[in-house]
């Protein structure tokens, strides 16, 4: 059974700094890409970047390029997200999502990511 676990959400200030992690387990990651996406309230869910686990190459949204990084630890099966600098318009609920089996990260469309974490909220206020 597939489960991704969100974690490392809550509140950050504007300019401060915030990781959030992704924790797999049911599935041997490095035949997967992980995306992170975010959704806040009233808008539509959006991918941020992915990453391919087996070789660590990268792919970030325009929008966060820049003030994302997105890595993984192989031995502990997590994926983490490190975002510099947030923004208010950076609060939202955030998740990670595996693509299909054998996929690389070359898009950034939810419906191509079958597997979902539950999300995590992170809000960034003073």
């Known amino acids: 059974q597939v489960q991704l676990v969100e974690s490392g959400g809550g509140l950050v200030q504007p300019g401060g700094s915030l990781r959030l992690s992704c924790a797999a387990s049911?599935?041997?990651?490095?035949?997967?890409?992980i995306g992170w996406f975010r959704q806040a309230p009233g808008k539509e869910r959006e991918g941020v970047g992915c990453i391919n686990y087996s070789d660590g190459v990268t792919h970030y949204e325009d929008s966060v390029k820049g003030r994302i990084r997105i890595s993984r630890d192989k031995s502990k099966q997590t994926v983490y997200l490190q975002m510099n600098s947030p923004k208010p318009e950076d609060t939202a609920v955030y998740y990670c999502?595996?693509?299909?089996?054998?996929?690389?990260?070359?898009?950034?469309?939810?419906?191509?990511?079958?597997?979902w974490g539950q999300g995590t909220q992170v809000t960034v206020s003073s």
């Open positions: 999502a595996t693509s299909p089996p054998d996929s690389y990260c070359y898009t950034l469309l939810p419906s191509e990511y079958p597997y």
């Open positions: 049911g599935l041997n990651l490095d035949t997967y890409a």
